[in-house]
């Protein structure tokens, strides 16, 4: 079945550095969305991304989504304290709802 | 506007016993979608509801079903618990049905299963 590999699955930084998370699908996915789950809380949505090829920025957040629609990522240009939590990757289709393992990111001051 | 709200927050079983567990959408969403979350096995997805039909259903035993009342408020049941159903519980509601919309998550309800 439809299967999203999500890597890395932990991450430490120290701040200031950069950080990216990779999402690939054995199938095509009709679109893609992060979310952003920090310590005790529930995740909450950051992006969504749709096209082929498509980029999306906000702020230091850069989203990307392959050309073959099979690989998303994101990347944090110099991490912050307040980047700390879990980031997954999501998405719909083909009657399942799937998320990404997760990758936790620890930033360190 | 209110967001989602889970009930309850914290709940301790024991194997055997059944649960249910409630989730009322933000007004206006008619899709209600359930997660597992556990350490090892992150976000593991349900079943969705879809103005109260069920949409699409995760890879769970039988023991596991839920329904979605026509004012869109969800619950989920697990029978005859077992100790690997220790987990944080999660809905999401979505205006669009969960494949195309952003997903808004509740608090979650923990259970415990003793």
């Known amino acids: 079945g439809q299967q999203v590999m999500q890597i890395p699955q932990y991450q430490h930084v120290q701040e200031g550095e950069d950080f990216t998370t990779y999402c690939n699908s054995s199938?095509?996915?009709?679109?893609i969305q992060w979310y952003k789950q920090r310590p005790g809380g529930h995740p909450v949505f950051l992006i969504q991304?749709?096209?082929?090829?498509e980029v999306k920025k906000q702020k230091r957040l850069t989203f990307q989504f392959g050309e073959a629609k099979k690989n998303s990522s994101l990347h944090i240009t110099a991490t912050q304290t307040t980047d700390v939590g879990t980031y997954f990757c999501?998405?719909?289709?083909?009657?399942?709802?799937?998320f990404g393992a997760g990758t936790r990111l620890a930033v360190h001051p | 506007k209110a967001g989602v709200t889970q009930t309850p927050r914290y709940l301790i079983k024991t194997r055997g016993q059944q649960v249910t567990l409630s989730c009322s959408p933000i007004?206006?969403?008619?899709?209600v979608s359930w997660y597992q979350q556990t350490p090892g096995q992150g976000l593991q997805f349900l079943f969705e509801?879809?103005?109260?039909?069920?949409?699409n259903k995760g890879n769970f035993p039988g023991r596991f079903s839920g329904r979605q009342f026509s004012n869109s408020r969800s619950e989920m049941n697990v029978s005859t618990l077992e100790l690997g159903d220790s987990a944080l519980y999660l809905c999401?509601?979505?205006?669009?049905?969960?494949?195309?919309?952003?997903?808004?998550f509740g608090e979650g309800s923990r259970l415990t299963v003793l």
């Open positions: 999401a509601s979505s205006f669009y049905s969960g494949d195309t919309g952003e997903l808004f």
């Open positions: 199938t095509t996915l009709s679109n």
């Open positions: 509801y879809f103005s109260e039909t069920q949409r």
């Open positions: 007004s206006g969403h008619r899709s």
């Open positions: 991304l749709v096209k082929s090829g």
């Open positions: 999501f998405s719909g289709g083909y009657n399942k709802l799937i």
